[in-house]
């Protein structure tokens, strides 16, 4: 197969959104068939994880199909779920989010409305429908079906949590050291490829990536968010760490764009050590241009 048009992914990660409210119809057999066919060739992460998932979906004919997974209250109506599992690994929650987020822009592809729901799901009715093992993690699943009219427009928790709000390339990203922001115009053929790793999704949207190129790579950082889901309280709580996920997301944003405008590379941890401005800041992985 050849490399989808360069339209179609910008546009699919632009038209994605957390859609909370969904028709009450199931998704259609083709589509559901399309989907598991995908997650069954979703396996390999790009820093070395292994993970598996499915398709947790109701049929026209199988209304129990859900039935004790739950809604988690503010989620109305989905008629299905995308559940992954995979074993504890250096960067297995970085390689969960790349995946899933794969899984969710083939979702958007097919017509359907996703939404994440991240915490940890490892003890829950979502792993022991997807069989997990003792020692892997359910570290967040999808939410899918068609979505209700309106329920962009009318979803209240968008509003309160800012979800159409984007953080500044000054932000975001910057040319060869931290405080030395990365203008759109100064990315030359990456600058669509950073701009979908800004509108990616986060987890309270706290859009916790950070990106600096040097030396013919682009390097990620994770910068945590002060007091947020403190590494004591994810443990106490057996919380999985989100804003790892939240890292993943970006780098499947940023390959899937620079895959469409034909920007080879690939990722390798090689952390370059330039000077980070606080600890709060801590290195993920490097996107090394080939050739």
């Not at 739950?70 to 250096?90: D, M, Q, S, V, W």
């Not at 309160?160 to 759109?184: C, H, I, M, N």
């Not at 115009?185 to 916790?208: C, D, F, I, T």
Request: glycine content about 10%.
């Amino acid at each position: 197969m050849g490399r989808p048009a360069v339209s179609s992914v910008f546009d699919t990660i632009r038209q994605r959104y957390s859609c909370r409210s969904y028709l009450r119809q199931p998704i259609l057999a083709i589509t559901r068939r399309h989907l598991q066919e995908y997650l069954a060739g979703l396996s390999q992460g790009p820093l070395g994880s292994t993970a598996r998932f499915e398709l947790a979906a109701a049929s026209e004919d199988d209304s129990q199909a859900l039935h004790g997974l739950g809604t988690y209250g503010f989620i109305k109506h989905p008629a299905g779920f995308i559940i992954g599992a995979l074993p504890p690994g250096e960067k297995d929650l970085e390689d969960y989010g790349y995946l899933l987020e794969q899984a969710v822009l083939q979702a958007t592809e097919l017509g359907l409305g996703t939404c994440w729901l991240g915490g940890s799901f490892t003890q829950s009715t979502f792993a022991q429908r997807i069989h997990a093992q003792e020692n892997e993690l359910v570290a967040a699943v999808i939410a899918a079906g068609y979505p209700a009219p309106g329920s962009r427009e009318r979803d209240l928790i968008r509003r309160q949590v800012r979800a159409d709000e984007r953080l500044s390339w000054k932000r975001l990203f910057y040319d060869s050291q931290f405080g030395q922001p990365l203008a759109p115009e100064a990315a030359g053929e990456y600058a669509q490829a950073l701009e979908m790793v800004r509108l990616g999704p986060s987890a309270s949207n706290r859009q916790p990536w950070r990106v600096v190129r040097q030396d013919g790579a682009w390097h990620f950082y994770l910068e945590r968010t002060p007091g947020y889901r403190s590494g004591a309280v994810n443990r106490l709580l057996r919380l999985a760490d989100l804003q790892r996920v939240d890292m993943g997301i970006a780098m499947c944003h940023f390959a899937a764009a620079a895959g469409a405008l034909g920007l080879a590379g690939r990722w390798q941890v090689r952390d370059p050590a330039p000077s980070v401005p606080d600890e709060l800041i801590e290195y993920t992985a490097s996107w090394e241009i080939n050739g």
